[in-house]
């Protein structure tokens, strides 16, 4: 082997493992058992009385444990306009039956002690338009009884589902959403999780994005890393995206 591929080698390496190493050492580790750990209202969801546009969100938090130390659990809430109350839409893995649940709790609540943080927040008439292909991804999501939190079908699977199937909302999922790469091999090859570029991926174990809104990101065994161009940032494992806010 070339001391150049060696190098490549260790350089691809240290990107991986040496951000989960920074995030292992500053992680906050649960200190209730997760049936305690609070899932109360965070107040980033507007109050429908004062916010009478529609609204859609997404939000990412934290996992509970140790899987919070390389990834984010995600989840969408919508509102029409005028709407008195949101629904929330999320995969939950636990609990037999469906895993897409409905209202599964506060469409902004903690993830169990976890707050979560906006990945989209859109309102208004654009948020209107986006609602009924939101729906519609929700019902036509491929794995609607199955989930495994790793390599997916997970949570984050299904985000990237609905985010696929309505481009215009582009979202761009952070690299720490493990699961949102995950494709069987009847659809190795397809449009990225925002919806827009290429992705080729093998069950979200290995695979590569070119996108204007990921930018160039590799996936080795599930943790991914890379760089957005069009917004200037590293995407890195554990510690997520680093850089120009999009």
Do not use: C
Request: zero cysteines; charged letters at 15%; glycine letters at 12%.
């Amino acid at each position: 082997m070339s001391v150049l591929a060696k190098l490549s080698m260790g350089l691809a390496a240290v990107a991986l493992v040496g951000p989960v190493l920074i995030k292992s050492a500053g992680h906050s580790w649960a200190g209730v058992p997760w049936h305690q750990a609070s899932r109360a209202p965070s107040g980033l969801a507007p109050d429908p009385a004062d916010e009478p546009r529609a609204v859609v969100q997404v939000y990412a938090a934290q996992t509970w444990g140790w899987r919070g130390v390389v990834a984010v659990h995600t989840w969408i809430v919508t509102k029409p306009a005028g709407g008195e109350a949101y629904t929330r839409w999320d995969v939950v893995g636990w609990g037999g039956g469906r895993v897409v649940r409905r209202n599964y709790a506060a469409p902004d609540a903690m993830w169990y002690g976890q707050r979560p943080r906006l990945l989209a927040d859109r309102r208004g008439d654009a948020a209107a338009a986006l609602i009924p292909g939101i729906e519609a991804a929700v019902a036509s999501y491929p794995f609607p009884e199955r989930y495994r939190s790793y390599p997916g079908p997970n949570s984050n699977t299904f985000t990237a589902h609905v985010a696929r199937s309505v481009p215009a909302l582009g979202l761009d999922l952070p690299p720490t959403a493990i699961g949102k790469d995950y494709r069987e091999l009847d659809g190795i090859v397809g449009r990225a999780p925002s919806g827009g570029g290429v992705q080729l991926s093998l069950f979200g174990l290995a695979g590569l994005i070119l996108s204007p809104e990921e930018g160039v990101e590799i996936n080795i065994l599930g943790l991914s890393v890379g760089l957005d161009v069009a917004s200037p940032a590293l995407r890195l494992p554990a510690l997520g995206r680093i850089g120009v806010d999009p």
